[in-house]
């Protein structure tokens, strides 16, 4: 422990951390008692989130020899690992399983010297630069930061809804198809995902239905084609779900439905119900520092720039327009450049 005078006359204690040199840390030797920091030093770049715009975030910044800090988060892997099979990522003319190309991009940066951390950014100060995070309730400081942290499953906010998640409720065929052999599921949703998930699901399941609240489809038209084409899929257009059954048994047995153009109600006996309606950016640690747009999806500010400089965007945290694996990796590798960039004009 040592003392510094401050400009006021008053004395600050201060703490001499005294820590082993790690390849690519630099050592900050003074910090502030109160900051009660467990971090080995000031990273140049941590990475939050690993999915397709973190790993390749990771993969750049390690390969410029930065010693990236990717933390996983509580999605390890991003939407990409509870997907199937990708056939639109360049490169791979058979197509590639998800959860495969995401390891391989981790399995790529570790090769640089990226390093992994299990656990998600709880708190952060970017008032001043080192920033400062809050992971699982270690503190650790950074130069740069790349906020890759994507976006989660959005519910529709049926009382009943959570009480079955795991019960019949789902919002990854990918990830609970297989449980509904030879069953009856429905699906809720528009998009590419809703699409995708019910495609997925016919490979089960006895009869699928696809009930969406619009009679347009924001999902592209090679997907919706497929899936207006398949003999298991019903459509239900105009229709939202107005409850989910059976809360007494524990387990989900039907819902029911309501055309929203002419009124009309009924029930439908389902034995699993998948939510497909989209995402909700994961940005509630930054709320109030960084800029964000109504929605909570971080307002670029150019490039992968954000509203503080050294703190960069990367992939469906920012990107409501793409939202697609190959735009998340450019986005990470932008954000990877730019971080590079600063810190070298800065002289680090
Ligand atoms: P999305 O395109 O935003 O679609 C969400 C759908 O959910 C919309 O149809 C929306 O209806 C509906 N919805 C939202 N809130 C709802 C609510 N409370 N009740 C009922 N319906 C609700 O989301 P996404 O399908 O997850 O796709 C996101 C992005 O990922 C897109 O860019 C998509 O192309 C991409 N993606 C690509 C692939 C692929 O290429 N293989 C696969 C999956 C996703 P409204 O239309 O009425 O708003």
């Known amino acids: 422990m040592r003392s510094l005078e401050q400009p006021n006359g008053e004395q600050q204690e201060l703490l001499v951390f005294v820590v082993p040199a790690a390849r690519g840390l630099r050592r900050e030797p003074l910090l502030p008692a109160s900051a009660a ?4 030093g000031v990273r140049d770049v941590i990475i939050i989130g690993s999915g397709c715009a973190g790993n390749t975030a990771a993969i750049y910044t390690a390969r410029a020899n930065l010693k990236p800090l990717v933390v996983i988060g509580h ?3 991003g939407q990409l690992s509870i997907t199937s099979l990708v056939e639109n990522f360049p490169g791979f003319p058979e197509g590639i399983d998800g959860p495969d190309l995401v390891e391989n991009m981790k399995k790529q940066a570790e090769g640089f010297g990226a390093e992994y951390v299990y656990g998600s950014v709880e708190e952060a100060d970017l008032s001043k630069r080192p920033f400062r995070l809050n992971i699982d309730g270690e503190w650790h400081e950074t130069r740069t930061l790349i906020i890759a942290s994507g ?3 959005r519910w ?4 009943n809804e959570q009480k079955l998640i795991g019960r019949g409720v789902s919002s990854c065929a990918t990830c609970d198809g297989a449980f509904y052999k030879d069953r009856k599921v429905i699906v809720v949703g528009g998009g590419d995902s809703a699409m995708e998930e019910a495609l997925f699901l016919t ?3 006895t009869s699928v239905l696809l009930v969406h609240r619009r009679d347009h489809f924001r999902a592209s038209k090679i997907m919706l084609d497929r899936v207006k084409a398949h003999p298991t899929i ?4 105009n229709t939202v779900v107005e409850d989910i059954y059976d809360i007494a048994k524990n387990e989900v047995t039907g819902v029911k439905l309501r055309n929203v153009a002419t009124g009309e109600q009924w029930d439908e006996a389902v034995d699993g119900f998948f939510v497909a309606i989209g995402h909700i950016p994961n940005t509630k640690a930054f709320k109030g520092q960084i800029t964000l747009d109504p929605d909570g999806y971080i307002v670029s500010q150019g490039g992968a720039r ?3 400089q050294g703190v960069f965007h990367a992939g469906d945290v920012q ?6 694996a190959i735009t998340a990796a450019g986005a990470g590798c932008m954000a990877a450049i730019e971080a590079e960039r600063l810190l070298e004009a800065e002289g680090h």
């Open 75 to 77: 999605e390890p892997g």
């Open 306 to 308: 954000t509203n503080i």
């Open 37 to 40: 920091l467990l971090t080995w």
């Open 151 to 153: 976006a989660s499953a």
């Open 234 to 237: 019903k459509m239900l257009t």
């Open 319 to 324: 990107d409501r327009t793409y939202r697609q």
């Open 203 to 205: 490979r089960f399941c």
């Open 156 to 159: 529709l906010g049926l009382p």
